[in-house]
């Protein structure tokens, strides 16, 4: 339903504003007795409860990426109005306080990579600019790679439809939440193509991939691949780089060469993570 695909392209570039269902049902424009009952429908939750998970599974992920990060700021940066309130939402739906969190998915990691499973060489990497770009895309659930694949073809065709991706197409994929603190049937991805175009018309459709320098590692695997590059580039490289990751800022990869006879896990790609100097 466009409408409410429209409303939620808005509540994921402001999900940290005090956004009232009044506000959400004019930009459907519908009412907003019948705008909650179809976003319910459509997506599951209430408006209001959407916006929350949204939050709460930001605040979980800033967590673990961004240790020396106050939980104090973490609560103002993801939208609550005061730490008690971010605490109180925080273990009613993970359980435990925000800081028992933090120390036991720092655990786990440091667990994991101990395993049989930690790569026998460290991943190549290089850290470059990235200009700052627009894609169209689509929005997806990492829970099955065929989607994910399908929804490439998909834009691909709307975007060729259109002639605003050139000859030689860009596809490009954007991590909104991370599979550590969101449920991967809850995990959005972005999958993209890059467009020489800022249409209005189709503002919508459209996410900005920010120009900054990128920690750029080549890889291949699916979406298990992708976390375990990116927690040992975090926890084992990056340190020596002398830079450090930039909040705010995205992780997207960038596809090579598409291949549509071939399934997710097996294109080749760049996975880029925004990093700045210490």
């Not at 907003?32 to 959407?50: A, I």
Request: aromatic share 14%; with cysteine.
């Amino acid at each position: 339903m466009q409408a409410i695909e429209r409303t939620l392209h808005y509540i994921q570039q402001h999900f940290k504003d005090d956004l009232s269902l009044e506000q959400l049902a004019a930009h459907a424009n519908y009412s907003p007795f019948h705008f909650q009952r179809l976003f319910k429908q459509y997506v599951g939750e209430s408006p209001k409860q959407y916006m929350l998970r949204l939050r709460l599974q930001r605040a979980a992920k800033d967590l673990f990426f961004y240790p020396d990060k106050t939980i104090y700021a973490i609560a103002m940066d993801t939208g609550f109005s005061s730490q008690a309130v971010f605490a109180r939402a925080f273990k009613a739906r993970y359980g435990v306080n925000a800081e028992t969190y933090r120390a036991e998915e720092l655990l786990a990691v440091e667990y994991k990579h101990q395993q049989a499973n930690v790569m026998n060489e460290p991943p190549p990497f290089s850290i470059q600019r990235i200009e700052r770009f627009e894609m169209a895309y689509e929005t997806v659930y990492m829970q099955n790679e065929e989607d994910v694949m399908q929804a490439f073809k998909r834009i691909g065709n709307w975007a060729a439809a259109r002639d605003i991706a050139g000859a030689d197409p860009l596809y490009c994929g954007v991590y909104l939440d991370s599979p550590i603190s969101t449920p991967a049937d809850k995990c959005r991805y972005l999958a993209g193509i890059k467009i020489n175009t800022s249409n209005p018309d189709y503002r919508e459709r459209i996410y900005t991939c920010e120009g900054a320098k990128y920690a750029q590692i080549p890889f291949c695997g699916g979406f298990d691949t992708v976390l375990d590059y990116a927690l040992y580039f975090k926890k084992k490289q990056l340190q020596e780089t002398g830079y450090s990751l930039v909040e705010g800022v995205r992780g997207f990869e960038l596809f090579a060469e598409m291949d549509f006879s071939k399934p997710y896990r097996e294109q080749f790609r760049t996975l880029c993570v925004a990093v700045q100097p210490k």
